[in-house]
């Protein structure tokens, strides 16, 4: 096997620890991009020559038929990243090359992520803390709560939705999920009970959102539904900022009645001026629920895991199918 390792060398080592480097050095033949920026098409299409496999990441460019005719005997593209979109064409469909994405890895870091804000916020750690740096005390220990028979509504469930389920089934809570692609019995088999959006958001204690953004998303959690949202409850946004209707929810907020997570905005960063930054009753983080330094090494382990099992057997754990493209991210 020829393996060309597309990605940059900044992202390579973002990605990549020396035991993989290794581990693909032993697996065949291996090409790696020596240039920190980039590639464009003819930087990709030059070192992909032969390829047999290549493992792309940001920064690489659309896989073109310019691009992929440098590599006639392309088998498989693993992304070691997140979204597929801006990759892939209806060329590489045509040519039945098939397709990994290191989204599963960068799920992890987001549900870990929701689940530390999950029991913060229950615990009001944030207030807390404002309140003993200035002199205080127990004077609100009312507002606590365990992550403890309460019921928690997520949204989506892709790799990060998922493995959040997985987390919250260390704890005795109930999990309401809403998913359009899934039935009933598939919902119960990932541990959680098919709901509808409106019915998640008036009974959740805390609402944590995992859905893509597509057009079907958009602006999905507006003023309508956010009324519905119980006193004290919390909503979590570690997706993307359209899923939300920022307006509305700055609207609601300002009440008083709930408190939000937020690590991803519309735009970012958001404005200085944005409201967002200033409600006591947020906490504002600047979109690092993924993956952002150490934990990026996550998708390094797949990628080598996804190599060795395609020369293997040519399973894939994480093969993106072109069908499935209009429910990701």
């Not at 057009?215 to 004290?232: F, G, Q, S, V």
Request: hydrophobic letters at 45%.
């Amino acid at each position: 096997m020829k393996i060309v390792v597309l990605a940059n060398k900044d992202r390579q080592e973002q990605v990549f620890k020396n035991e993989h480097i290794a581990d693909l050095m032993r697996l065949g033949e291996v090409v790696f991009n020596t240039r920190r920026d980039g590639p464009d098409e003819n930087a990709a299409a030059a070192l992909m020559k032969d390829a047999d496999i290549v493992v792309t990441s940001w920064n690489c460019p659309k896989m073109t038929p310019a691009v992929l005719d440098s590599a006639p005997g392309l088998k498989l593209v693993i992304h070691a990243a997140g979204s597929v979109k801006g990759l892939v064409s209806d060329e590489f469909w045509e040519r039945n090359i098939r397709l990994s994405s290191g989204s599963a890895a960068l799920g992890k870091g987001v549900a870990e992520t929701a689940l530390g804000l999950t029991i913060s916020s229950l615990k009001n750690f944030w207030n807390l803390a404002n309140v003993t740096r200035f002199g205080g005390w127990n004077g609100q220990n009312n507002t606590v709560r365990e992550i403890y028979d309460v019921t928690v509504g997520v949204i989506g469930a892709g790799f990060a939705g998922r493995h959040y389920i997985k987390l919250l089934k260390n704890f005795d809570v109930d999990i309401l999920l809403y998913d359009p692609t899934l039935g009933n019995d598939e919902c119960a088999a990932i541990g959680a009970k098919k709901s509808e959006l409106d019915d998640i958001m008036i009974q959740s204690d805390v609402v944590s959102i995992h859905a893509p953004s597509i057009p079907a998303t958009y602006h999905m959690i507006n003023k309508t539904n956010l009324a519905l949202m119980k006193d004290r409850a919390v909503i979590i946004n570690t997706a993307r900022g359209t899923i939300i209707d920022e307006a509305a929810l700055i609207d609601e907020l300002k009440t008083g009645r709930i408190s939000a997570c937020i690590d991803v905005t519309d735009p970012e960063p958001p404005s200085e001026t944005n409201e967002l930054r200033s409600l006591p009753n947020v906490i504002l983080t600047p979109h690092i629920a993924g993956s952002v330094n150490n934990g990026k090494k996550r998708i390094g382990d797949l990628v080598l895991a996804e190599i060795k099992s395609f020369i293997a057997d040519g399973t894939l754990a994480y093969e993106v199918k072109s069908e499935k493209l209009v429910f990701m991210a």
